[in-house]
């Protein structure tokens, strides 16, 4: 369970003004990024006392999202009494309709499961008249339903993709059952980091997935906005159980991923900007060591300076920063790239040693990924690789392009959970 640092020390937030200095005049010339932010936090929900039985359907508002987390603070709440991780009547229907998913199947039988097994599916259309006591699993029930998801993810006899699908929904009817019970105490907190921890590393893990571009791209995309929405129904659970002016343990740390997952302006979908999102923060967010990471990583990565992107997040991230940064990691690359190309001297090609250093890339993968730009290498007098400059054939790699090596990847497998 998540607690609360209650005596967490007030700092003086951090002047994190600009560095200006650079590793060369291409560093300068880097291409400066926009940004748009939708960070607005859900409203507080309140506990209500809650009914037995059926649900009268005028007491729920209407589902306004097709996530299932739709404030039930204005209804009285139902208490969950299903003991299983699927309601029984769920999992005979879905029996009679071989409607199992891989992992649900008793002996690998389509048609056959059982209380171990089967996880209850989210519902993107739920008629609010209908719910019972009997549909909804209570807390208890809901958490070790999420421990068992988790462990998922250590089976080596299915692939990624095929976990990923399952654990996507089942993780999204868990917070639906946690939604309309109106669950919003510490306890809930600990699960939506756990739900926010395994989209932020399958935002690394799906990169690395074998398959058609277009549909690893959608489901790329899919699990993008479960994690925008679990991150900010997280903020919202921390708003409303602070009792006093502290953090909870892993607050600034989750704070600080809204900010590395929205770093340039085609990540949002509203108009509000990162500042206005920085200025609801309280002091003690904005001085922690994790939003002064984020914060200087935004910086170096609006004004260009990738020597100090690569640089500050070798050496400050943690393993969850990194998920979160890598599809960065791979632009900034590319455009380091292109500026150097662009500006570098052109009877002085540039020599891939030092490039690789500046990009944290192994000098092998650099020159893969310079050919995938569409620029080509060639060796000096000394049998030195180097990237000739001025070249006219520069293009941004296709999305399905992998080569996004970094020397900290090996310790994310047992940070995965």
Not at 30 to 47: I, K, M, W
Not at 61 to 66: A, H, N, S
Request: proline share 3%.
């Amino acid at each position: 369970m998540s607690r609360m640092n209650r005596f967490h020390p007030r700092e003086s937030p951090s002047q994190n003004s600009a560095t200006s200095s650079s590793s060369s005049s291409s560093s300068r010339s880097y291409s400066n990024f926009r940004n748009r932010n939708n960070g607005a936090r859900t409203s507080s929900s309140t506990s209500r006392e809650p009914t037995n039985g059926k649900v009268k359907p005028q007491k729920f508002p209407l589902m306004d999202d097709d996530n299932g987390e739709t404030n039930y603070s204005n209804a009285q709440s139902i208490i969950g009494n299903c003991p299983f991780m699927c309601p029984e009547k769920e999992r005979s229907q879905r029996e009679r309709l071989r409607d199992l998913a891989v992992l649900e199947r008793l002996d690998g039988y389509p048609g056959k499961s059982s209380s171990s097994l089967a996880v209850k599916k989210f519902c993107r259309t739920i008629s609010l008249k209908e719910v019972q006591t009997s549909d909804l699993r209570p807390l208890s029930v809901l958490k070790d339903t999420l421990d068992y998801l988790m462990k998922l993810l250590d089976s080596s006899d299915h692939s990624f993709l095929v976990l990923h699908d399952f654990i996507f929904d089942r993780t999204r009817s868990i917070r639906q059952d946690l939604s309309i019970q109106n669950i919003n105490n510490e306890e809930a907190i600990s699960m939506y980091e756990k739900m926010v921890r395994f989209h932020v590393k399958s935002h690394h893990r799906l990169r690395r997935c074998e398959g058609d571009n277009t549909i690893l791209s959608s489901i790329h995309h899919l699990n993008m906005e479960q994690l925008t929405k679990c991150l900010a129904s997280l903020y919202n659970l921390y708003d409303i159980n602070r009792t006093f002016d502290s953090l909870f343990d892993n607050e600034a740390e989750f704070r600080s991923l809204y900010v590395l997952v929205h770093l340039d302006s085609h990540s949002h979908s509203t108009s509000e900007s990162l500042s206005l999102w920085f200025s609801r923060l309280s002091s003690l967010i904005i001085s922690s060591k994790e939003m002064c990471f984020a914060r200087k990583v935004l910086r170096f990565f609006r004004v260009g300076n990738f020597w100090r992107f690569f640089h500050t997040v070798a050496s400050e991230a943690t393993n969850l920063q990194l998920c979160a940064l890598e599809a960065y990691i791979f632009e900034v690359r590319a455009q380091a790239i292109a500026c150097i190309n662009s500006s570098a001297y052109k009877l002085h090609p540039y020599p891939l040693t030092l490039l690789s250093k500046i990009l944290m890339i192994k000098e092998s993968d650099l020159e893969t990924f310079c050919n995938a730009c569409g620029l080509q290498t060639s060796q000096d007098d000394m049998g030195n690789k180097v990237l000739p400059t001025k070249q006219s054939g520069f293009s941004q790699p296709k999305g399905g392009f992998q080569c996004n090596t970094f020397p900290w990847w090996d310790l994310l497998k047992d940070d995965m959970a």
